[in-house]
């Protein structure tokens, strides 16, 4: 299968727009304008906050438009104004600002892209063109974060910020170089099921809330990311107590590439296997590495140590990105709810991520950091027993094999 070339440019150049200021502004807010743990902790969950709110309606916008690039071009620019107004207004008041319109566009990000990915390729072709659109994505985060550090190093700490303003200037420029008139907006919408047949009018939002699968899911994505948002961003400030903020822009850099060197091996690997062994292997694999690293965030305070203990976010959040799209495309096929549904449990993500912000930076305040990483590495490990023991697998042709080799086996008996 041919690969949509302009769609994984999208998807490079949305790797550091997509992961957003949240560590960086961590430690510029920490190191430079002084803040209080309380309110860099405000600050970073007001951008989800934004999230959660704008979501679910961004998501059934999406199902319900045709000009879809478009939106997509205006969230990115949007971005990249803010980022700047960052570094040119210092107040409270903008920064907090600037936080909220970066999560308000964020919501329609993912959405947008998963929907021009279902519409260019359809179900068949969806598996490998976002494995291959993941790939792209951390590679660019990758790059943008080596990038971020050197200019933190030898410019200026705020460089960081007009990176992610021209990543989303070189990501509105391969927005237009998709052909719109290839994307098949009802199918965008997961309007076909999995048999191949065209539902004609979307279900209504009832129909979502009545599967089990999809309740159940929802709960799992809110433990896994309140039990992970915070770690990054923890692991910044505390790699940046004793020095200043060029270095902890380079230490968090370092920590990022670590991970989304792995990501894009899973996201290669998942390409790979999601197909034959099904969702639920995997998406179990990500959710047993989030205790295994909050544990071992505590364990140690050397910069290297904790480099190499993020790299292990690599493999959780590489699963995810690629098997929440594919569990909820499973889930959604018929439906015409694709990007209504991604927008309701991307607003769960968001909820998830704020709470684990909130909380786990006023938990360092009442306590200290370690205890922080294991409350984190508690929730997951709640997470990761209600996934094992309640999600049954979506994926239909690999229910359909097994039902089949069952039955063959009752058949040799």
């Known amino acids: 299968m041919t690969l949509n070339k302009p769609m994984l440019g999208v998807n490079f ?17 920490l190191s430079v304008l002084k803040w209080h743990p309380g309110s860099i902790g405000i600050a970073l969950a007001l951008s989800t906050i934004a999230t959660v709110i704008v979501q679910t309606p961004a998501g059934a916008l999406v199902d319900a438009i045709r000009w879809k690039k478009l939106l997509l071009s205006l969230c990115a620019a949007t971005i990249a104004i803010s980022a700047v107004a960052i570094t040119i207004f210092k107040s409270d008041f903008a920064i907090y600002a600037a936080q909220i319109a970066i999560g308000a566009s964020l919501a329609f990000v993912g959405p947008s892209i998963a929907a021009i990915t279902l519409g260019l390729k359809g179900p068949d072709g969806f598996t490998i063109q976002t494995s291959a659109n993941q790939a792209w994505n951390h590679a660019g985060n990758m790059i943008a974060a ?28 391969c927005i237009w170089m998709i052909n719109g008139d290839e994307i098949d907006h009802e199918v965008a919408r997961g309007g076909q099921d999995q048999q191949g047949t065209m539902e004609k009018q979307p279900s209504g939002f009832a129909t979502l809330l009545a599967d089990r699968r ?18 990054l961003p923890l692991v910044s400030q505390k790699l940046s107590v004793h020095s200043d903020a060029q270095h902890g822009i380079a230490f968090t850099s370092a920590c990022i590439i670590a991970a989304q060197l792995v990501m894009i091996a899973m996201a290669i690997f998942c390409g790979w296997k999601a197909d034959t062994w099904g969702r639920k292997p995997l998406f179990l694999i990500a959710f047993a590495i989030l205790p295994i690293r909050g544990v071992l965030f505590t364990l140690g305070d050397d910069a290297a140590y904790l480099i190499a203990v993020q790299a292990l976010d690599g493999v959780a959040n ?26 309701a449990l991307a607003t769960l993500v968001g909820i998830g991520a704020s709470l684990s912000n909130l909380i786990a930076e006023e938990v360092v305040d009442l306590a200290n950091y370690t205890a922080a990483f294991l409350m984190l590495a508690g929730i997951a490990v709640v997470g990761s027993l209600i996934f094992a023991f309640m999600m049954p697998e979506t994926a239909a042709h690999v229910l359909e094999r097994k039902k089949t080799a069952a039955a063959t086996a009752t058949g040799d008996g």
């Open 318 to 343: 590489g699963i995810f990105a690629m098997i929440f799209l594919l569990i909820l495309a499973d889930v959604t096929a018929g439906t015409g709810r694709f990007n209504l549904a991604q927008g």
């Open 13 to 29: 150049f949305a790797g550091d727009v997509l992961a957003g200021l949240g560590p960086y502004l961590a430690i510029y807010l």
């Open 146 to 173: 080596a990038a971020a550090a050197g200019i933190a190093l030898w410019i200026s700490e705020l460089g960081v910020f007009w990176l992610i303003a021209m990543m989303s200037v070189g990501m509105i420029a």
């Open 214 to 231: 999809l309740v159940i899911f929802s709960v799992c994505v809110v433990l896994f990311h309140f039990s992970n948002a915070a770690m």
